[in-house]
């Protein structure tokens, strides 16, 4: 089973978070520079817009403070700029604040809070924030264990391309958990994500072709073909 997502790289797709977040020209300084690898510059660019209540900067100030890019790693600081940005309704800042909640860095431990940060980002389609929420329901962390609804959350996450909440449905398909047990449906998850590039992924899939008929085989690879062609919607 895969683990929580950790908190994603510091990407475009990341730093926009959600839509309608707009991009200031001395953010897009500060971005340029942290991707150069001249931290110091982006964070003379960033502090001053997060100070003023900008949550875009104040989340990319929370990614450095936790990974220690350009200052002293500092998780306490990172949680604190993380919420500043998601009481603003910053996806990006409510999945990483969740967290670092599951994960008790710079605050205690706390499944429940977790639920709460990762459950909002969720909400506004962040995908990995809909997979760790899968997790949490089905590993009853924060929230009473769930097959059903991990899968619901899966499925939305695995609509969107996440490789790890495809992996995870093949499992709930093999192991007949929130679903019907259906080998095919495994098989047409695990190849949807090692199409992707997952190597568990792929082997999964190759041991339990080995367990099905030819007939069963064909009807998973129909399966993989009618997902991708509906962009994994609907699958």
């Known amino acids: 089973m895969r683990n929580l997502t950790v908190t994603l790289c510091?990407?475009?797709?990341?730093?926009?978070?959600s839509a309608g977040v707009s991009w200031g020209a001395d953010y897009l300084t500060g971005l340029t520079a942290y991707r150069s690898g001249d931290y110091a510059t982006a964070l003379r660019e960033?502090?001053?817009?997060?100070?003023?209540?900008?949550?875009?900067?104040?989340?990319s100030l929370g990614f450095m403070y936790e990974k220690g890019r350009g200052v002293l790693q500092n998780y306490k600081i990172a949680v604190r700029?993380?919420?500043?940005?998601?009481?603003?309704?910053?996806?990006?800042?409510?999945?990483?604040?969740g967290v670092m909640y599951e994960k008790g860095k710079g605050v205690p431990r706390d499944y429940k809070t977790a639920v709460k940060w990762t459950r909002l980002a969720a909400e506004q389609g962040h995908?990995?924030?809909?997979?760790n929420l899968g997790l949490?329901?089905?590993k009853g962390r924060g929230v009473p264990e769930g097959d059903k609804e991990a899968v619901k959350?899966?499925?939305l996450a695995a609509e969107q391309?996440?490789?790890?909440?495809q992996y995870n449905l093949g499992l709930m398909y093999k192991r007949g958990q929130g679903v019907l047990q259906d080998n095919a449906y495994a098989h047409m998850w695990w190849n949807i994500a090692a199409s992707s590039g997952d190597k568990i992924a792929s082997r999964s899939r190759d041991i339990i072709t080995k367990r099905m008929t030819p007939a069963d085989i064909s009807t998973a690879q129909d399966l993989f073909r009618e997902c991708v062609r509906k962009k994994y919607k609907g699958c």
């Open 10 to 17: 510091l990407t475009l797709t990341v730093l926009l978070g």
């Open 46 to 59: 960033w502090t001053p817009l997060a100070e003023q209540g900008d949550a875009l900067a104040q989340s």
């Open 81 to 97: 700029w993380y919420r500043l940005a998601a009481e603003q309704g910053y996806a990006s800042a409510q999945y990483n604040l």
């Open 127 to 131: 995908a990995s924030a809909q997979y």
């Open 136 to 138: 949490m329901y089905e």
């Open 153 to 155: 959350w899966y499925n």
């Open 161 to 165: 391309g996440n490789a790890d909440a």
